[in-house]
């Protein structure tokens, strides 16, 4: 009774704040401040607000910088928004690649996600050396190492790639737009996701003219599924833009969950 009183109380309150708060307000993006700031080895930073039913429940920062020659890094902070902060789920993801004649080579890939009552990490190194220093072992494939620890424990799991060109899931977004800047549009990757072994099918499905925050659009729309999976992301990626995603919608079969906005850009 006392847990119904609760649930009915918390709802309340979401549903007044919706009513007398702008959505604009009550969004604000994620992560420290201090690593979202434009650099000079910054590449860009774009900012997201997540929306179900027109409400923002979230907001989503991505910052994609150079460290060093051929090294780049891919970090992603997304959070609750406003009202929504009473469910705390904050999440930063970093994954470090080289880029070297126009591909991506994966070195490392992080998770971390905070909620109330508990942290879930998971990080994965790609293509681990043998003790004999060869980036092959000696079955012919590359090995990738994961880490995980969540609700239900900690545990190691082993990835093997036939090709070593195993990617995750933020490497992979930077290889794609590569791609496309060249006309490539239905690719297959393999990608270590979260500790599990995914393809990932990007195919064309579009070309679109929409609004965003730069105005009437040029897009390209793109469909994303994850074979064996029953989620797919239908992504409008900004022609004349470096091909930067403006629109997102995620899908669990045919239901759409959410969509994302981009809401703001700094190259």
């Known amino acids: 009774m006392i847990r119904q009183l609760k649930i009915s109380l918390l709802n309340k309150i979401i549903f007044f704040s919706i009513i007398f708060f702008p959505q604009e307000l009550l969004a604000k993006p ?16 774009a900012t997201y607000d997540l929306k179900k039913n027109k409400v ?14 051929d090294m780049y890094g891919f970090e992603i902070y997304a959070c609750t928004s406003g009202i929504f902060k009473i469910k705390k789920d904050d999440r930063k993801e970093t994954s470090l690649f080289y880029i070297k004649n126009g591909g ?27 003790p004999s220093g060869k980036k092959l072992w000696p079955d012919g494939k590359c090995l990738s190492h994961s880490a995980i620890q969540n609700k239900d424990g900690k545990k190691e799991v082993k990835h093997k790639d036939s090709n070593c060109r195993a990617l995750d899931r933020l490497s992979v ?13 239905d690719v297959e990757y393999f990608v270590i996701d979260k500790g599990r072994e995914r393809k990932y099918i990007f195919e064309l499905v579009d070309a679109q003219v929409i609004d965003t925050i730069f105005g009437k659009t040029e897009t390209i729309l ?38 994302a906005y981009l809401t703001s850009y700094t190259d």
């Open 30 to 45: 994620c992560g420290n401040p201090n690593n979202l700031i434009k650099g000079e080895n910054t590449i860009f930073i």
């Open 56 to 69: 923002i429940f979230g907001t989503n920062t991505n910052k994609f910088h150079k460290i060093a020659d």
């Open 104 to 130: 991506v080579e994966t070195s490392s890939y992080s998770f971390n996600r905070v909620l109330k009552n508990r942290t879930d990490k998971i990080a994965t190194t790609f293509n681990v050396m043998d």
């Open 173 to 185: 977004q930077i290889d794609y737009r590569e791609k496309l800047k060249y006309g490539e549009y």
């Open 222 to 259: 793109v469909k994303k599924i994850i074979e064996g999976n029953k989620r797919n992301t239908l992504t409008w990626y900004a022609i004349n833009h470096a091909f930067i995603p403006v629109k997102i919608e995620q899908y669990r079969k045919k239901t759409l969950k959410f969509t």
